[in-house]
């Protein structure tokens, strides 16, 4: 089998969720961004991009 390495993405906490709808809320807790300027490496899915994307306007995002 070919070992086929995904690409990784990291992603930082940098606006506060409070205030925000539950569901963007509970995507945050997902992605496991607890604390403003928290970091999470992750692998760049379909399902992972489809998160980032629903709450882009609170987090930053690095390619790896």
């Given at each position: 089998?070919?070992?086929?390495?995904?690409?990784?993405?990291q992603v930082t906490l940098v606006r506060s969720p409070?205030?925000?709808?539950?569901?963007?809320?509970?995507?945050?807790?997902?992605?496991?961004?607890?604390?403003?300027?928290?970091?999470?490496?992750?692998?760049?899915?379909?399902?992972?991009?489809?998160?980032?994307?629903?709450?882009?306007?609170?987090?930053k995002v690095e390619e790896l």
């Open positions: 089998m070919a070992n086929k390495k995904s690409p990784k993405i409070i205030g925000r709808k539950p569901e963007q809320r509970a995507t945050v807790k997902a992605l496991g961004l607890g604390k403003m300027n928290s970091t999470v490496e992750k692998e760049a899915n379909d399902a992972i991009l489809g998160m980032v994307r629903s709450i882009s306007h609170l987090v």
